[in-house]
């Protein structure tokens, strides 16, 4: 390794199965979203195997976005559409007809407190309602492999139990989840296992 090169994440091994949730742990800098950035085709690791659901990770591969879904940082967002058109327009690209894409919307926008705020547009929101309406905006498509990034960020607790029974839910549908998380309650009441990585120099 030559002095300009810089080590993200030490090397680290692990499977998950349908219906496994896995919570991340380890202090910032351990190499938590460097691993989801990896597992979602992001990045590309330098050494060791990858694969999702048996095959090798390819961001651009049609079946692999279909199968993988993450939420590494907020999604992007229009300053000129609501709340509801945001998630009815992600809805929108996965469910086959518009009554099933406004089913799938208000149901998810229910499921994380929102309905109140649909018509709100998203600089109208305040921190912990933008972290739930982008993670309305992740669990509103199907997939079987979900990947999160400190979903917890800016939630208050009974947020938090939003959250902790959304990824449930999606765990007893038979989805994989890997979730990077500083909150022991949320990995306490999720996980299956916890896989945690040291921090390296």
């Known amino acids: 390794m030559s002095s300009y090169d810089t080590l993200l994440l030490a090397p680290t091994s692990f499977s998950a199965w349908p219906g496994q949730i896995v919570a991340l742990r380890g202090e910032n800098g351990a190499g938590k979203t460097t691993l989801l950035r990896v597992l979602a085709g992001r990045i590309r690791a330098t ?13 651009r591969d049609p079946r692999f976005r279909r199968r993988v879904a993450a939420m590494i940082g907020l999604p992007p967002m229009a300053s000129d559409l609501t709340v509801f058109d945001h998630v009815a327009l992600v809805s929108s690209t996965w469910e086959a007809s518009p009554g099933s894409v406004d089913a799938a919307t208000r149901r998810v926008l229910e499921e994380f407190g929102l309905t109140a705020l649909a018509s709100r547009y998203p600089h109208e929101l305040s921190s912990g309602q933008t972290q739930l309406f982008g993670l309305a905006l992740v669990f509103v498509r199907p997939f079987g492999v979900l990947l999160l990034d400190e979903p917890e960020q800016r939630l208050d607790a009974g947020r938090i139990e939003l959250l902790t029974r959304a990824m449930l839910a999606r765990r007893r549908s038979g989805a994989t989840i890997v979730a990077a998380t500083h909150s022991d309650s949320l990995a306490d009441r999720t996980a299956d296992f916890t896989v945690t990585l040291e921090a390296h120099a």
């Not at 050494?47 to 961001?59: A, F």
Request: negative net charge; proline residues 8%.
């Open 47 to 59: 050494t060791g195997l990858v694969q999702v659901d048996g095959g090798p990770v390819n961001e």
